[in-house]
């Protein structure tokens, strides 16, 4: 099965800054990569998700790019803010299913 | 458009009891999956629906759980009987076609 691992376990940054989040995956059929913002309380919410056949896709202070050859995918969140405090999660569908292997949770802290 | 519905919001139950969680999905969405977190780690996945069908169930622990959807509206998760490794977050999500799922609010199970 798919094996995905996600760094760094805790972020924390300044409002203002930006915050990176990386994901590695195992499975180089893989062409869909979701991430997902969870609050407290609340379910995983889709934020941001890219397809194998784009490198980069922004939504605006929210990014993900995508590095095929290396199997890897990241998040930039730009011009953090405290609402931007959160559980972010990688996933990765596993090949021929539906089920999504996720990685195992950032903790974002923005710091006013 | 209503969400996906997960009730209750938490349970406390002693081992050996059972529980029965259930999800409302989307209406309209033929896939309806079922995730669990366990002491903060990552999401794992339990089982598919389409419809009525159970496509996938590669994830279900053990036969203490069983999953229900009839007539492909909402869903059920009994455990039974409840162990202390069953604590966790049990998330119900549902999709249409494509990729993206839309995450309920979850169920904090904890077995005493």
């Known amino acids: 099965g798919e094996n995905v691992e996600q760094h760094p376990s805790t972020l924390s940054v300044q409002e203002g800054d930006s915050a990176v989040i990386k994901c590695t995956y195992s499975d180089s059929a893989s062409n869909y990569f979701p991430w997902y913002k969870q609050e407290l309380g609340k379910g995983p919410q889709l934020i941001i998700d890219i397809r194998s056949n784009v490198g980069e896709k922004k939504d605006q202070r929210i990014a993900v790019t995508l590095n095929k050859t290396a199997k890897h995918f990241s998040l930039h969140i730009t011009e953090t803010q405290p609402e931007d405090s959160a559980v972010y999660f990688c996933a990765v569908p596993d090949t021929g299913r539906r089920a999504l292997t996720f990685g195992s949770g950032t903790r974002l802290q923005v710091q006013p | 458009e209503a969400g996906v519905t997960q009730f209750p919001s938490h349970s406390v139950i002693e081992k050996g009891q059972t529980v029965t969680l259930r999800c409302d999905p989307i209406s309209g969405h033929d896939n309806l999956y079922w995730y669990r977190r366990v002491m903060g780690k990552e999401i794992k996945f339990l089982l598919h629906f389409v419809k009525e069908s159970k496509q996938d169930e590669s994830g279900m622990p053990n036969n203490r759980f069983l999953a229900e959807r009839t007539g492909g509206t909402y869903s059920t998760l009994k455990v039974q009987p409840a162990e202390l490794e069953d604590s966790g977050v049990y998330f119900c999500?549902?999709?249409?076609?494509?990729?993206?799922?839309?995450f309920g609010s979850g169920t904090r199970l904890t077995v005493v």
């Open positions: 999500a549902s999709s249409a076609l494509g990729d993206g799922y839309t």
